[in-house]
Every structure is written in structure tokens, then in C-alpha cells.
């Protein structure tokens, strides 16, 4: 083949082609057709990669390297069906080849260890194009398919802790609660890092009335974590702030009112006080927590702090506007000395 020495890539692909047009049984096309595919690497051509890894394919349908090549060219163009492909056949070949068992003649046996090695390279490549699609995309159901691929795959992938938090705020998004909890409680299991899924799940387990003592450990644990945890970088000042104090307010209101529901009222106290400061903006959330802390404390023998509670309460508009001005009035008649 006197194209074979061509010097130009373009005049070199373009005679090979024109080879393989004329000569489709040639034995020299597995070699011929590789020797494209570089080209078209080189040169940026992903459709004609995937073509030809095609074709590389049919000759050797176990071929990790063909399939890994279509993968990053489908990546290139952002082919999501092709990368749930190539992803799929890269990792099947891969792992033949890596179970390959070691040949018994010493001479062969630095190139098996050779193929086992890059074997293992082509499945974490494998992972790794799923894990980007998860965490990358915008689509919220893209990320959980290409999130779920790499869970089935392999839960213990090097990517799956960063691919089940983009799989978890996928769930949220999509209201897909119970899928996101689930995942959360395999996560807390092991790794209790994550603020928004120790909320989740204190916030479920809450509302179900379940494991109360989790709720207990799981808002603590979230009020911890975001005490130690540096702004991020994406946040600003105020963005941060303003994350931070609502997300430990939640967490030490859904400590203290189910402390409340209880009965236990000094410890109800303790975490609803907490979260009182950081629910100046929660219209919702601060009456709520004044009503309980009044309580709370009348209960406690400190009709004076409840009064205080109930009379901030009863200056908020709202559905429990009423009955706190109503129990204030019910401690001033019982304690006079009480105004």
C-alpha cells in the first residue's frame, strides 16, 4: 500500500478509505482500519471515529480499545445514547480482558499484566463518562439515569460518592422524596458529611414518626457539620450565610419539636432557643417556635419566660396569633405579678 507513507494525514486517511472501499476481506483491515482511527483522533472527526470503532468492532467484538475510542468521541458530541452504549460495551470488554487468567509460559506473562492493567483503565474511564453525564447535566432525569447506570455498575466506584449527591438532589428535584431518602439512608450509613441528606432524612423520619433517635443524632450531626464547613467558593458572604443559618435552624427545630411531642421540655427548650435567632425571616417557622417554647416553658415551672413567648407569638399575624394571646391572658389571670 503506497498510501501507507503518505505524510499528510488528510491524503493518508483519504487513501486508506479508498483501501478499504476496494479490499473489504483484506487481512490487513483490522490494522488498516486502527491506522484510520488514529487519524480521525488526531484530526477530530468523532463521527468517523465511531464509525470506523464500528466496523473495528465487527472484526473483534471484544475489543476494549474500539469501544473506549467511541465512548470519548461520543462524548465529544454529547450523545447521550451513545455514551450509555460505549460506556456498557467498553466496560463488558474490559472486564473479559482483565479476567483473562495469567498464560503459564513466563514470556507472556508481562503482557498479560500489561493488558490486565489497562484493562482496569478502560472500566474506570467506563465509570468516569457516567459519572460526568450525572454530575454535569442539567437534566434532572439524565442525571439520574446515568447516576443509577453507575450504581448498578459498580456501588463501589471511585466516582460514586460525588455521583450519589448529584443522584440525591436529582431525586429532590423531581419530587422523587422516597427514592431520594433511600439513598440518603445507604449514604448516612457510612458517611454522615452530607448536610442536605442528614436533613432529609431527620425531616422523613420526622414526619413518619419514626426513629425518633436518629432524627436526634442526624440533627446534630447537620448542625455540626455546617458549623465546621468553609464557605464554598460559589457562595458569596450572604449566600452562605443565609444557607447556613437555614439549614442549622431546620435542624434544631426538627430536634426540638419532636423533643416537644415528647414531653422532654427542658431538651425541647435547649434546641428550639438555638433555632429562634437564625427564623427572623421564617414567617412560617418562628410563631411556631415561640408557641412551643412558651409551652415548653410554662410546663417547666417559668410562667414568666412562657408569658415573654406567648406575647411575641400573639404580635405575629398569623393562625397562632389567637391562641397565644389567649394563654397569655390565662397567665397573667393565674400570676399577677405577671404583665
Known amino acids: ?39 480521525y483522533i488526531k484530526a477530530g472527526q468523532y463521527g468517523k471515529i465511531v464509525a470506523t470503532g464500528e466496523k473495528l468492532l465487527a472484526l473483534d467484538p471484544e475489543d476494549p480499545e474500539s469501544a473506549l475510542q467511541n465512548l470519548k468521541a461520543s ?24 479476567m483473562a487468567p495469567q498464560p503459564k509460559e513466563a514470556a507472556g506473562v508481562e503482557g498479560w499484566k500489561n493488558d490486565v492493567s489497562y484493562a482496569k483503565q478502560v472500566d474506570t474511564y467506563s465509570e468516569y463518562a457516567l459519572f460526568r453525564v450525572s454530575v454535569e447535566s442539567r437534566d434532572p432525569k439524565a442525571a439520574i439515569e446515568f447516576g443509577e447506570a453507575l450504581e448498578a455498575r459498580n456501588p463501589n466506584s471511585d466516582y460514586i460518592g460525588q455521583t450519589r449527591v448529584a443522584l440525591f438532589a436529582a ?19 457510612t458517611d454522615q458529611t452530607d448536610e442536605d441528606m442528614l436533613i432529609v432524612v431527620a425531616d422523613d423520619y420526622a414526619a413518619k414518626k ?18 465546621a464547613k468553609p464557605a464554598p467558593a460559589t457562595l458569596g458572604e450572604a449566600g452562605w450565610t443565609a444557607r447556613k443559618n437555614g439549614l442549622t435552624s431546620i435542624a434544631h427545630y426538627l430536634s426540638g419539636s419532636l423533643y416537644y411531642t415528647e414531653k422532654k421540655f427542658p431538651d425541647a427548650d435547649r434546641e428550639l432557643r438555638a433555632a429562634l435567632p437564625l427564623l ?40 397562632m396569633q389567637a391562641q397565644a394571646a389567649k394563654n397569655l391572658q390565662a397567665i397573667k389571670a393565674k400570676y399577677p405579678k405577671i404583665q
Not at 462524548?75 to 450509555?84: G, W
Request: overall charge neutral; aromatic content about 8%; glycine content about 2%.
Open 1 to 39: 500500500m503506497q498510501g501507507v507513507q503518505e505524510s499528510d494525514p488528510a491524503k493518508k486517511a483519504a487513501f486508506l478509505e479508498q483501501f478499504c472501499v476496494q479490499f473489504p476481506n483484506s487481512v490487513a483491515m483490522a490494522w488498516t482500519l486502527e491506522t484510520l482511527q488514529n487519524l
Open 75 to 98: 462524548e465529544a458530541l454529547k450523545d447521550l445514547a451513545a455514551i450509555r452504549k460505549w460506556s456498557a460495551l467498553a466496560s463488558a470488554n474490559a472486564r473479559k480482558m482483565a
Open 210 to 227: 419514626k426513629e425518633p433517635e436518629k432524627v436526634h443524632e442526624y440533627t446534630a450531626q447537620a448542625v455540626a457539620v455546617m458549623a
Open 171 to 189: 431525586y429532590r428535584q423531581l419530587g422523587a422524596n422516597e427514592k431520594a431518602v433511600a439513598l440518603a439512608e445507604r449514604v448516612l450509613a
Open 280 to 319: 427572623e425571616t421564617n414567617a412560617a417557622m418562628k410563631p411556631e417556635v415561640l408557641f412551643m417554647l412558651a409551652d415548653a416553658n410554662y410546663n417547666m415551672q417559668k410562667p414568666r419566660e412562657a408569658a415573654d413567648f406567648y406575647r411575641a407569638c400573639a404580635a405575629i399575624p398569623g393562625p
